[in-house]
């Protein structure tokens, strides 16, 4: 089972609709925004979504004519290697920790309990979740006590999998994939936000969002509908 999840997760960029307008974001974003294409698209337009881990998509932006890049504003800004004309506020994302159908957390130093074998994280390297988490652990003074825990994947999607398929105990995801699994999952707490640094969650627009419908969809955005559902994923 373990390998079989593992070949069907290494995957780059997923490519999960096809249309003109091609927008990217950050994996743990995937399903509040697709419900929110899904509402726009009931008007006849087409959106093509990409996603990955922030690096993943950064770097397709680089190949392809992305014109809007969806996650955390200091990473986009400093860290992507890309130029962007502006950015719109969609919300402040959250690190929490979600537990397995048999496990129980009731706070941040449950994680060194014996029975907590397993932690996943997505890359610190190229994830903003996973640098979330790293700093949690380590402002924490947990970063010692449970580093042989610890088992990298790319993306946050990835680490909730090995949640899902009772493959490890814990992970550090966002709190959207947390509410979008909650039927699946033991549970979750959330992180106190003073454990790392803030997360603003912003619609970037890149020099291909020079068109009408690359408007519309920023707009779109920031309409009621989509700021009900981003709301529902905890943004």
């Known amino acids: 089972m373990f390998k079989k999840?593992?070949?069907t997760l290494v995957s780059s960029v997923l490519i999960l609709s096809a249309g003109e307008?091609?927008?990217a974001a950050g994996a743990g974003y995937?399903?509040?925004l697709m419900e929110i294409i899904k509402e726009y698209e009931k008007n006849g337009e087409k959106i093509e979504a990409i996603f990955g881990h922030l690096k993943q998509v950064s770097t397709q932006a680089t190949q392809t004519d992305i014109a809007l890049i969806v996650g955390d504003k200091n990473f986009l800004e400093k860290k992507s290697g890309l130029i962007f004309k502006s950015f719109t506020t969609l919300g402040?994302?959250?690190l929490?920790?979600?537990y397995a159908k048999n496990k129980s957390l009731t706070s941040i130093d449950d994680l060194t309990k014996e029975d907590i074998k397993k932690i996943t994280i997505p890359d610190p390297a190229k994830a903003i979740y996973g640098i979330?988490?790293?700093?949690f652990l380590k402002n924490a003074n947990l970063e010692e006590k449970v580093k042989d825990k610890l088992l990298v994947v790319a993306t946050v999607p990835q680490a909730m999998t090995y949640i899902l398929t009772n493959e490890v105990d814990v992970a550090f995801v966002n709190i959207s994939e947390a509410i979008a699994n909650k039927e699946s999952i033991g549970?979750?707490?959330?992180?106190?936000?003073k454990y790392y640094t803030p997360i603003d969650i912003v619609a970037g627009k890149l020099e291909?969002?020079?068109?009408?419908?690359?408007?519309?969809f920023s707009n779109f955005l920031k309409s009621k509908t989509a700021q009900d559902i981003f709301e529902k994923y905890g943004l």
């Open 187 to 193: 549970g979750f707490i959330k992180v106190d936000k």
């Open 30 to 32: 995937k399903k509040p």
């Open 208 to 216: 291909n969002c020079n068109t009408n419908e690359c408007e519309k």
């Open 132 to 135: 979330a988490g790293t700093e």
């Open 5 to 7: 999840i593992v070949l």
């Open 96 to 98: 929490v920790i979600v």
């Open 21 to 23: 307008l091609k927008i």
């Open 92 to 94: 402040q994302g959250e």
